[in-house]
């Protein structure tokens, strides 16, 4: 393609393909990637203990919600089972990982509640994520006494 026409060609496709990949997505929204973040600054926090449900488990319940954050971010246990429920207020697919104590979701869609139930041998504080949105600082920690 060396000519003047086939130059013109390829500068089309060109421009073709920076409209297809300028249109992707909405403006002002970010891809999501994985990748490691921290909190947010100045992003509001909000703490919750876990309560004894009516068989003796721990249990809280946790939102995934618009702004890529966890509420309550803070959570306080004790020792022993734990029962983790997690419900998606936002538009957008989450998950919730413990990766100090190998726990994982699955995804969890808009609208949808997942639980996990945790063994919690030892006292710590465990930090949890949503791996889609870690890079957006969608942490918190699980503050076992």
């Known amino acids: 393609m060396g000519s003047v026409a086939g130059l013109a ?17 909405t403006p002002g929204t970010k891809l999501h990637v994985s990748g490691t ?10 703490s919750a203990t876990a309560q004894a449900a009516a068989d003796g488990v721990q249990q809280i319940v946790i939102d995934a919600v618009d702004g890529e954050r966890f509420t309550p971010d803070t959570i306080y ?50 930090p949890f994520l949503c791996t889609f949105h870690q890079h957006d600082g969608m942490t918190g920690q699980l503050i076992v006494k």
Request: a positive charge; glycine letters at 12%; hydrophobic letters at 45%.
């Open 9 to 25: 060609v390829m500068a089309a496709r060109v421009g073709v393909a920076a409209v297809v990949v300028a249109g992707c997505g």
């Open 77 to 126: 246990a004790h020792t022993g089972k734990l029962r983790i429920t997690i419900t998606n207020d936002s538009v957008v697919p989450h998950n919730f990982t413990v990766p100090d104590l190998g726990v994982a979701s699955q995804t969890i869609f808009a609208g949808r509640s997942v639980s996990v139930s945790l063994d919690l041998k030892s006292s710590g504080v465990y």
């Open 37 to 46: 973040g921290a909190a947010r600054p100045g992003a509001t926090t909000a």
